[in-house]
């Protein structure tokens, strides 16, 4: 390869990384601006305080079929495969510790998370797409109401309030199908049950399941509105919202799901 080729080749990715490094740093100070901007809008209690109770209604109570849903079939099968690898080793009543500690610390905030990043973080992402490519957000600011204290603020605070509260009930549904299974495939008792959900038992581990809930339903919230607001380009950019939306949440939650374990776990 003569010099000459090598100078341009060295200068073409030189300058690739410096245009994706410009495009992460305005994508940090967009996201900072778009926080900044939200929290001016929370005094505006009179907009966004009645549509935050629609929102928690879309975001928490049409949720929880999905997120009950997949934290029955998880009770399920924690309670098998921790019966087949304490065989012979374990006592199995550590079965119930088992169930409830990985419901309570793991599974049920992500998996839960996870599932309602995709319904809750590409709805929202679609429906304020569809509205910034509609010219509705337009109309909204031509009429002098604020988009972040009417679109945005309500459904980040139904996120964040109303994930916990479905967390909680999975969890609680995912424990209760772990028992069932305990009772009718593996011929536990009830007490022995009992006995092992008791045995590690920590306060820690319903706070930290439910506080986790509650930093995903921020996230994904606050993912879906800003993707969603920055759509461009008619219906396919919606659908490409969308998607962005789901990835970008999905993502981020196992980014916070480790980095919370790291500092409040240890």
């Known amino acids: 390869m003569q010099p000459a080729t090598c100078d341009v080749t060295l200068t073409s990715v030189i300058a690739r990384l410096g245009g994706k490094t410009a495009d992460l740093i305005e994508g940090v100070g967009r996201w900072g601006l778009f926080t900044r901007d939200m929290a001016r809008a929370l ?9 935050a109770f629609v929102q928690m209604r879309r975001v928490g109570v049409d949720s929880l079929p999905v997120a009950l849903f997949i934290a029955a079939f998880t009770g399920v099968v924690l309670a098998l495969q921790a019966s087949y690898t304490f065989t012979g080793t374990v006592p199995l009543y550590f079965v119930g510790t088992l169930v409830a500690k990985t419901m309570m610390l793991e599974l049920g905030p992500v ?16 429906e304020l797409g569809t509205m910034r490519v509609t010219e509705q957000i337009d109309a909204l600011e031509t009429l002098a109401y604020d988009p972040q204290s009417y679109l945005v603020v309500p ?19 995912g424990i209760t199908t772990g028992w069932v299974t305990s009772l ?15 045995q590690f038992y920590e306060f820690k581990d319903t706070w930290f399941g439910l506080f986790k809930s509650a930093t995903f339903g921020f ?15 008619g219906a396919e950019g919606v659908g490409e919202s969308a998607t962005r939306a789901v990835v970008y949440a999905a993502v981020l939650i196992l980014v916070l799901d480790a980095f919370w374990a790291a500092v409040l776990l240890r």
């Open 184 to 198: 009718w495939l593996l011929k536990l008792s009830t007490p022995e049950f009992v006995k092992g959900l008791k």
């Open 111 to 126: 998996l839960a998370g996870l599932a309602l990043a995709g319904r809750v973080g590409a709805s929202m992402a679609a």
């Open 219 to 233: 996230t994904i919230t606050l993912v879906g509105c800003v993707v969603g607001l920055s759509t461009r380009g």
């Open 43 to 51: 005094p505006d209690v009179a907009t966004w305080g009645r549509l």
């Open 155 to 173: 459904r980040v605070i139904a996120g964040t309030v109303m994930f916990p509260v479905v967390v909680a009930l999975a969890i609680l549904v």
